[in-house]
């Protein structure tokens, strides 16, 4: 009996061998030049999904492993393949770098089921230091152009004249429809990207303010939304930064059931003062989902709120 | 039998992982930077008019206002705040983003300015300036010169453009 259930067990297993989906190493088209040291890092830890140069190990190869690892490889090379980031332009090239930093350094990447068994591939806390190193200096404040001025001044007239918003604002690729009533909602933190040169500001609606008073944020309640409100750094005369030109308004919507195919939440995003939507279609939610991934333990929230100090007015 | 049944009890602890959770993405609302302490008002209720940031410092502040202020702030381009506006100056110590790489958040409380804008009997307007220092905050008003032109500085923060 205990020799059949063997036999038969060892049979699916080979048969199972056969079934494996295509994982092919095309010509690295661009692939992204740096320092030695920091190219080696990259290689150990990041190539193996996130470039065309994929090497398996034996154990790899083996059915349902493979499986795992080939849907890994195609999913990582979407995201990010070191093998055609050269032909992008260096402020892409940038934003991908400081992108893939953050997920290292918050534990999210290489992913864990890979470094188990590649031990190898961990990104130890002096290589982490080098990559920082090597896509910092945080570029210190760069000089904002005279011509950005004059526009966020102009920006900002038009804003108070009551102008720049006189047209229906066009709903969200995915149907998320624009809420002008952001701009009313309670702040929950802010943010100073120095690698994108903007200053942004979180705010929230009552949902999520009493929430956070009552420490329910994991998971987020039903009908919690986020507005991530970004503007360009601008010096004042006095050496600060300001707020310059408004960028872009984000919004998180959480509705488990509605939004379950976009972890829970409904994404949309809104383009300049004229508020143009964001994306083409409406996959442009997976973008998102996928940025937020590492945070999944957290509701896919990256902004730890203020703690509120006396509860919801 | 047993030996199957241990390696597929192995095989699935290892699937599962045992690592410990990571602390960049563990929940926890940002308690350093509430505004805790001797303080009559609470601007995180209020909306906000603008923020920024002082490099020199590492701070970074969040200009709130009340109704009143907000009102005149999104309709005005000049700086004259009616009788009842209150404008409140928060600001932070900055801190590095642990979930961002090159992205800095608001830490330890610093301080509270507020600008309370009063119309006197002969119709005048008064800009009473109160300051609230530390982490709680303790009102260091009496400490501060009122000659130094903050209410001033106040208000020629201009409002983020909001569409």
Redesign the interface.
């Known amino acids: 009996m205990?020799v059949r259930?063997?036999a038969g067990?060892a049979l699916v297993f080979l048969l199972l061998q056969l079934v494996r989906p295509k994982l092919t190493n095309p010509p690295a088209t661009a692939d992204f030049e740096a320092p030695a040291d920091v190219k080696e890092i990259l290689r150990k830890a990041c190539y193996a999904c996130h470039s065309n140069e994929t090497r398996l190990s034996w154990f790899d190869e083996i059915v349902p492993a493979y499986q795992l690892v080939a849907s890994d490889v195609k999913r990582g090379r979407m995201v990010l393949n070191f093998s055609e980031l050269g032909a992008q332009p260096k402020a892409r090239r940038n934003a991908v770098l400081?992108e893939a930093?953050?997920q290292i350094?918050?534990?999210?990447m290489p992913l864990?089921?890979y470094t188990?068994l590649h031990p190898e591939a961990v990104v130890t806390p002096g290589e982490l230091a080098a990559l920082?190193d090597y896509i910092l200096p945080?570029p210190p404040?760069r000089p904002t152009a005279q011509l950005d001025i004059e526009a966020?001044d102009a920006?900002?007239?038009q804003?108070?004249a009551?102008a720049?918003?006189s047209h229906p604002v066009q709903a969200a690729p995915n149907g998320i429809a624009f809420l002008p009533g952001?701009?009313?909602?309670?702040?929950i933190?802010?943010?100073?990207?120095?690698?994108?040169n903007t200053?942004k500001?979180i705010?929230a609606n009552d949902v999520a303010i009493r929430a956070?008073a009552e420490?329910k944020?994991?998971p987020w309640p039903n009908g919690t939304v986020f507005a991530k409100?970004s503007?360009m750094?601008q010096p004042?005369e006095n050496?600060?930064?300001?707020?310059g030109?408004?960028e872009q308004?984000a919004f998180m919507i959480k509705n488990s059931e509605k939004y379950a195919s976009t972890a829970g939440w409904g994404w949309a995003q809104w383009m300049g003062?004229e508020?143009k939507p964001f994306g083409i279609d409406a996959n442009f939610a997976r973008e998102c989902v996928a940025c937020h991934l590492?945070?999944r333990?957290?509701?896919y929230v990256?902004?730890?709120?203020?703690?509120?100090?006396?509860g919801?007015? | 039998m047993s030996i199957l049944y241990f390696s597929v009890a192995a095989t699935l602890l290892a699937l599962a992982g045992c690592s410990a959770p990571n602390p960049r993405v563990e929940t926890r609302l940002n308690a350093n930077a509430a505004l805790t302490g001797d303080i009559p008002v609470d601007p995180l209720q209020w909306r906000v008019i603008t923020s920024g940031v002082d490099p020199r410092n590492s701070t970074m502040f969040t200009l709130f206002g009340n109704d009143a202020a907000i009102q005149y702030s999104r309709i005005s381009t000049a700086r004259n705040y009616p009788g009842g506006a209150v404008l409140a100056l928060v600001t932070w110590q900055q801190q590095e983003d642990s979930r961002w790489y090159g992205g800095k958040i608001p830490a330890q409380l610093k301080s509270v300015e507020l600008v309370d804008v009063r119309a006197s009997d002969d119709g005048r307007l008064l800009n009473l300036y109160r300051a609230y220092e530390g982490s709680p905050l303790r009102e260091t008003t009496r400490l501060k010169s009122q000659a130094d032109g903050r209410p001033t500085y106040l208000f020629s923060l201009r409002a983020a453009v909001m569409p």
């Open positions: 205990i259930t063997i067990l400081f930093v953050s350094q918050m534990g999210a864990s089921r188990r920082r945080v404040a966020a920006q900002y007239r804003w108070i009551g720049s918003t952001y701009k009313n909602w309670r702040a933190s802010s943010t100073d990207r120095t690698d994108t200053l500001m705010l956070i420490h944020i994991n409100v503007w750094r004042d050496g600060g930064i300001r707020t030109k408004f308004v003062a508020l590492p945070l333990k957290n509701d990256f902004t730890a709120p203020i703690a509120a100090a006396r919801p007015a």
